[in-house]
T-cell receptor, first 110, second 111 residues
Framework: TQLLEQSPQFLSIQEGENLTVYCNSS?????LQWYRQEPGEGPVLLVTVVTGGEVKKLKRLTFQFGDARKDSSLHITAAQPGDTGLYLC??????????FGTGTSLTVIP | EAQVTQNPRYLITVTGKKLTVTCSQNMNHEYMSWYRQDPGLGLRQIYY???????DKGDVPEGYKVSRKEKRNFPLILESPSPNQTSLYFC??????????FGPGTRLLVL
C-alpha cells in the first residue's frame, strides 16, 4: 500500500485568512489529484497535476506538485465559508489504481 | 445530467446475508471503480474496471466481488457481509482514469 499523509488533519480558520494543506508520500506518483468532499456527498475533483514542479491555479486555490513527484500542496488565499469541506489528495501511477490521503477537514468561520 | 448513481443510499443488514450495491453512470465512461471510506483510513480502492469484462483488484478486495457486463453498470457484491465491512462506499467513473466522477455514496451497516 502506498501511503499518502495529509497535514494538518483538521484546520479551523477565520474568513479571509490564508492556509496551506500538505500531501506527502515516500512514493513517486505519475499524477496527483485533489478533491473536495462535503458531508453526505461524494468527492469532487478540483485538479490533476502530472508534471514535477507543476503549479495550477483555480481562482483562489493554488496547487503545486513537488519536483520529485512525491508531494503536493494546496494553498487557499482569503478563505471563504464556501471553502469548508474535506480536502483529499490522491496519487496514481497507472491511472487505474488510486491511493488517497486521509484528508484535511477545513472549517472557515464567517 | 451527467451523473453516477448508487443504490441503495443506506442499507442495514445482518452478517452473512448477501447484498448487492448497484452503480450506474450515464457518461459512457470506460473506467469505473469502487472505494470504501472509513474514519482515519480515508478512501481505499476495492476494485476497478478498465472496460466491459475487465476487472482488477484494488487495495482492499477481500470479501467483495464485482462484475462489468455492461459499460454503464458496475455492481459491488458482498457474498457474506461481516461487521468489518460496515463503511461508506463510493462508486466512481472516468473517461481517462484521471478525472474521476464519484457517486453520492452508500452507507452500509452490517450487524
Amino acid at each position: 500500500t502506498q501511503l499518502l499523509e495529509q497535514s494538518p488533519q483538521f484546520l479551523s480558520i477565520q474568513e479571509g485568512e490564508n492556509l496551506t494543506v500538505y500531501c506527502n508520500s515516500s512514493s513517486v506518483f505519475s499524477s496527483l489529484q485533489w478533491y473536495r468532499q462535503e458531508p453526505g456527498e461524494g468527492p469532487v475533483l478540483l485538479v490533476t497535476v502530472v508534471t514535477g514542479g507543476e503549479v495550477k491555479k483555480l481562482k483562489r486555490l493554488t496547487f503545486q506538485f513537488g519536483d520529485a513527484r512525491k508531494d503536493s500542496s494546496l494553498h487557499i488565499t482569503a478563505a471563504q465559508p464556501g471553502d469548508t469541506g474535506l480536502y483529499l489528495c490522491a496519487g496514481s501511477n497507472t491511472g487505474n489504481q488510486f491511493y488517497f490521503g486521509t484528508g484535511t477537514s477545513l472549517t472557515v468561520i464567517p | 445530467e451527467a451523473q453516477v448513481t448508487q443504490n441503495p443510499r443506506y442499507l442495514i443488514t445482518v452478517t452473512g446475508k448477501k447484498l448487492t450495491v448497484t452503480c450506474s453512470q450515464n457518461m459512457n465512461h470506460e473506467y469505473m471503480s469502487w472505494y470504501r471510506q472509513d474514519p482515519g483510513l480515508g478512501l481505499r480502492q476495492i476494485y476497478y474496471s478498465m472496460n466491459v469484462e475487465v476487472t482488477d483488484k484494488g487495495d482492499v478486495p477481500e470479501g467483495y466481488k464485482v462484475s462489468r457486463k455492461e459499460k454503464r453498470n458496475f455492481p459491488l457484491i458482498l457474498e457474506s457481509p461481516s461487521p468489518n465491512q460496515t463503511s461508506l462506499y463510493f462508486c466512481a467513473s472516468s473517461k481517462t482514469g484521471l478525472a474521476q466522477y464519484f457517486g453520492p455514496g452508500t452507507r452500509l451497516l452490517v450487524l
